[in-house]
Nanobody, 124 residues
Framework: QVQLVESGGGLVQAGGSLRLSCAGSGRTFSRYAMGWFRQAPGKEREFVATISGSGGSTAYADSVKGRFTISRDNAKNTVYLQMSSLKPEDTAVYYC?????????????????WGQGTQVTVSS
């Protein structure tokens, strides 16, 4: 049974930083691409960042490019999202997700497993 557990969310002031973690279990972590998505109140879930199974390829939403960095440690079965220069509009519940292929995707429906989410709140 695949499980994804996010951690690291919290309250931070604008301009600050947070690092989210997502620990996976249930199957061989390194075989599968991972993604981060977020959902703000009253808005649809949106893509944030994605990384291939090996970690060699990444992609970002334009809104976070240059501020967020996705990475993974396959030995620890964990994917990270380092968030810097945070803005109030980054406030959302952040979800990690896993595909059933090593190729990354920017599309939520391409992901088969989802974590429960972690709240990130950026105050102005």
């Amino acid at each position: 049974q695949v499980q994804l557990v996010e951690s690291g969310g919290g309250l931070v002031q604008a301009g600050g930083s947070l690092r989210l973690s997502c620990a996976g279990s249930g199957r061989t972590f390194s075989r599968y691409a991972m993604g981060w998505f977020r959902q703000a109140p009253g808005k649809e879930r949106e893509f944030v960042a994605t990384i291939s199974g090996s970690g060699g390829s990444t992609a970002y939403a334009d809104s976070v490019k240059g501020r967020f960095t996705i990475s993974r440690d396959n030995a620890k079965n964990t994917v990270y999202l380092q968030m810097s220069s945070l803005k109030p509009e980054d406030t959302a519940v952040y979800y990690c997700a896993q595909r059933s292929t090593s190729f990354y995707s920017l599309v939520a429906r391409d992901y088969d497993y989802w974590g429960q989410g972690t709240q990130v709140t950026v105050s102005s």
